[in-house]
């Protein structure tokens, strides 16, 4: 089995900084990628930002500039350093990762996080 533990959620003033941390543990052999997501009250969950195995990142647009995805391999741990925090960046945090847990199968599973509270309000 995989768990996902979130760190560093939250409240923070508006223009202010917090770093988040999820760390991957269990039956692990490779991760892909992982990924950082959001849900606001009353709204969808939604891409933050995501980083593959090679290191590639994207972000959402909302985000570019101001956030940034790293990840520790030999750690198995992703994290979020957000700068320049809005209001409209309050919501919960959740960390994802694709992992492939066997060396003799290729099949890879899809593993969610239980989330962080990232709060920015003065």
């Known amino acids: 089995q995989v768990q996902l533990v979130e760190y560093g959620g939250g409240l923070v003033q508006p223009g202010g900084s917090l770093r988040l941390s999820c760390v991957a543990s269990?039956?692990?052999?490779?991760?892909?990628?992982m990924k950082w997501y959001r849900q606001a009250p009353g709204k969808q969950r939604e891409l933050v930002a995501g980083?593959?195995?090679?290191?590639?990142?994207n972000y959402d647009d909302s985000v570019k500039g101001r956030f940034t995805i790293s990840g520790d391999n030999a750690k198995n741990t992703v994290y979020l350093q957000m700068n320049s925090l809005k209001p409209e960046d309050t919501a919960v945090y959740y960390c994802?990762?694709?992992?492939?847990?066997?060396?003799?199968?290729?099949?890879?599973?899809?593993?969610w996080g239980q989330g962080t509270q990232v709060t920015v309000s003065s």
């Open positions: 980083i593959n195995s090679g290191g590639s990142t």
């Open positions: 269990g039956t692990i052999f490779s991760i892909y990628a």
């Open positions: 994802n990762a694709d992992i492939r847990a066997f060396r003799y199968s290729r099949a890879t599973n899809d593993y």
